[in-house]
């Protein structure tokens, strides 16, 4: 006998920034498992690919986890959670001063991207030659082992440009990524700017927008002196 079917027609939408709009559901028990297994791992990349596998379940197939943003991949994963298992959290802090432990609910609906709608991602390196950027996705980070995404240096920078080319131009043509060129070919054309050329580049590298949310509270250690925590990027939000 067929059994019926708990929670086929569960779905919502969700606006990113960007202005897209994403349809999703909240995540079942098979995708719980999924998290489960990673959390015990204890790893970090473990987890980020638990949020990538159970976000591109939850989301009917159609976003292409592999090159959407990080921090969109994030919120998306959040506001999945918060459908799945409600919008409190516990979060673990340790106070910097004393070492007094606390557990603050935070309200996961509360947590926001910030506008990067109208950030350009089109940069010149001559008169006549230019390329479009996007940002990096957690393929691109995980290809050149960056676990730490929230504080990039100038050379991990380098190294994650050739992958987050989506095309370059000149007068004539434009050449498509995967397309018409390579990353090994991306590398190489990269690597003959100058340092001056790629300034702004490397500015829009170090403006990656996180998910972001200021924790406030009252530290009983520190005679009920006001502290302040700032979660940023999903991770943060698992402690
Ligand atoms: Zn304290």
Aim: aromatic share 10%.
């Amino acid at each position: 006998m067929s059994l019926p079917s708990i929670n086929e027609t569960a779905s919502y939408n969700l606006k990113l920034p960007s202005g897209k709009t994403i349809k999703y559901r909240p995540y079942f028990v098979k995708e719980q498992k999924i998290l489960l297994m990673a959390q015990e791992t204890g790893k970090q990349d473990e987890l980020l690919d638990a949020f990538k596998k159970i976000t591109s379940n939850c989301t009917f197939g159609v976003v292409n986890v592999e090159k959407m943003p990080l921090f969109e991949l994030e919120y998306l994963f959040l506001n999945i959670r918060c459908k799945s298992v409600g919008e409190n959290v516990d979060i673990n802090l340790v106070c910097k001063k004393c070492g007094q432990k606390e557990k603050i609910k935070v309200d996961l609906s509360k947590v926001s991207l910030p506008d990067y709608s109208k950030k350009p991602n089109k940069f010149m390196l001559t008169d006549k030659i230019g390329l479009m950027l996007r940002y990096p996705s957690i393929d691109d980070y995980n290809h050149l082992g960056i676990s730490q995404p929230n504080n990039l240096t100038t050379r991990q920078i380098l190294d994650l440009v050739p992958y987050c080319i989506e095309n370059i131009f000149d007068e004539k043509q434009v050449y498509v990524a995967d397309k018409d060129f390579n990353v090994t070919e991306a590398e190489s054309f990269f690597s003959n700017a100058t340092e001056k050329q790629i300034t702004d580049i490397v500015q829009f590298f170090k403006e990656i927008p996180t998910l972001s949310h200021l924790i406030e509270y009252n530290c009983k250690g520190c005679n009920g002196a006001k502290k302040e925590f700032l979660l940023e990027g999903v991770m943060d939000f698992f402690v």
